[in-house]
Nanobody, 123 residues
Framework: QVRLVESGGGLVQAGGSLRLSCAAS????????MGWFRQTPGKERDIVAAISWSDGRTYYADSVKGRFTISRDNALNTVYLQMNSLKPEDTAVYYCALCYQEMEINYLRYDYWGQGTQVTVSS
């Protein structure tokens, strides 16, 4: 069993920055993908970014490229999402998730999820 605990959401003005953290505990194995997703009411959960735990490869949705950075700390079993130049359209509940497939971006294939953290960007 794996537990994911997110932190770092909040309210920020457009153009500002936030950093989300997701700490993983439990049996994670050595090869998996950590992803950040976001969801707004009535819409599906969309991939924001993903990182391979084994080699650090990353993936970004086009909408966040150049603004968001995903990173990991292997020693702390923690993944981060640094969000810069935030826009009102970035407002959503952000979830971290773990998938035992390498570089998976389909949320349906993720095995474990955090509780979600609200990010609100005011204009």
């Amino acid at each position: 069993q794996v537990r994911l605990v997110e932190s770092g959401g909040g309210l920020v003005q457009a153009g500002g920055s936030l950093r989300l953290s997701c700490a993983a505990s439990g049996r994670t194995f050595s090869s998996y993908t950590m992803g950040w997703f976001r969801q707004t009411p009535g819409k599906e959960r969309d991939i924001v970014a993903a990182i391979s735990w084994s080699d650090g490869r990353t993936y970004y949705a086009d909408s966040v490229k150049g603004r968001f950075t995903i990173s990991r700390d292997n020693a702390l079993n923690t993944v981060y999402l640094q969000m810069n130049s935030l826009k009102p359209e970035d407002t959503a509940v952000y979830y971290c998730a773990l998938c035992y497939q390498e570089m998976e971006i389909n949320y349906l294939r993720y095995d474990y999820w955090g509780q979600g953290t609200q990010v609100t960007v005011s204009s």
